[in-house]
């Protein structure tokens, strides 16, 4: 008995390999492009870079008024012109998909000087974490997960990462409003979004 147990698993082990070497040299460049971009850029761009740009929307969007039409990773990059700056930007991404993104590095390969990551405080709050684009991001990181690139695509086939529709977000975010509490390191009269979201429009009706 445990020898056909054995030689089952032995097989399913072969039959997972071979598979996962089949997909990776075949179809995996094009699942990157198309649901993991921000990992295939790293990947292609890790040999000549020497600082990598994490960004989001606000490295992207310039107002037309403004004097120059740069994106502010271009702009840095003006001051350091001997350094090859490679962004990469992605609308509505927040600290924990940063933290993702530095996993893909190839530490068998040349590794960047330096690694600049772009937050603000809105990318902190429950209605960014919770936005519309959301379940993409999450999405997006499935291919990068560190396990046989194979498996990571039944992953993504099943639907095997943070799948909530819209509504499902948009009460996990409500109710953060409700129950996380608000700290400054000042004294601050509302304990919770949701009471400063309030009295701020009962003041302003």
Do not use: C
């Amino acid at each position: 008995m445990i020898k056909k147990i054995s030689i089952r698993v032995f097989g399913l082990l072969l039959l997972v390999t071979v598979l996962n070497f089949i997909y990776t040299y075949t179809f995996f460049k094009k699942d990157l492009k198309n649901k993991g971009k921000q990992a295939l850029e790293i990947k292609q761009t890790q040999d000549s870079t020497d600082i990598y740009y994490f960004a989001k929307s606000s490295n992207f969007n310039a107002r037309k008024t403004n004097s120059i039409q740069n994106s502010i990773s271009e702009i840095t990059n003006f001051f350091y012109a001997k350094l090859k700056i490679t962004s990469i930007q992605t609308s509505a991404v927040h600290a924990f998909m940063f933290k993702n993104r530095l996993t893909q590095f190839n530490t068998s390969k040349k590794l960047p000087k330096a690694i600049v990551v772009t937050v603000n405080a809105r990318s902190f709050n429950a209605d960014w974490i919770n936005s519309k684009l959301e379940t993409q991001l999450q999405e997006s990181m499935v291919l990068m997960r560190p396990y046989p690139n194979i498996i990571n695509r039944f992953a993504l086939s099943l639907k095997l990462f943070d799948n909530k529709t819209e509504q499902e977000r948009e009460k996990i975010m409500l109710t953060n409003w409700d129950t996380t509490k608000l700290i400054f390191p000042f004294e601050f009269k509302y304990k919770t979004v949701r009471q400063w979201d309030y009295t701020t429009y009962l003041e302003n009706f």
